[in-house]
């Protein structure tokens, strides 16, 4: 089993920035993935940012330009920085872990980001 714990959610002013952190911890294969996902209210899950071994990355396009993915892969944590944020990015925000070689796929729990207007 991963395990993971994400951390630095709260309540923000609109246009404010938030940086989210994601610790891994078990039973880490030695290359995989990491990414952030997010559910609003009402709203299915959707993609934020994700982040491979070899430091690739991909973002959502309601996201692109304002928010960074990066990862330390001694540490085995995985971060989102936030910028510019709007209200529309309220949502509880997840951590993901994939392992291309045994195909598994792991979450955290989430954190609450809310941004006022």
């Known amino acids: 089993q991963v395990h993971l714990v994400e951390s630095g959610g709260g309540l923000v002013q609109s246009g404010g920035s938030l940086t989210l952190s994601c610790a891994a911890s078990?039973?880490?294969?030695?290359?995989?993935?990491m990414g952030w996902h997010r559910q609003a209210p009402g709203k299915q899950r959707e993609l934020v940012a994700t982040?491979?071994?070899?430091?690739?990355?991909t973002y959502g396009d309601s996201v692109k330009g304002r928010f960074t993915i990066s990862r330390d892969h001694d540490k085995k944590m995985v971060h989102l920085q936030m910028k510019s944020l709007k209200p529309e990015d309220t949502a509880v925000y997840y951590c993901?872990?994939?392992?291309?070689?045994?195909?598994?796929?792991?979450w955290g729990e989430g954190t609450l980001v809310t941004v006022s207007s």
């Open positions: 993901s872990y994939s392992d291309y070689h045994y195909g598994r796929n792991y």
């Open positions: 982040i491979t071994h070899g430091d690739t990355t």
């Open positions: 078990g039973s880490i294969f030695n290359i995989y993935a």
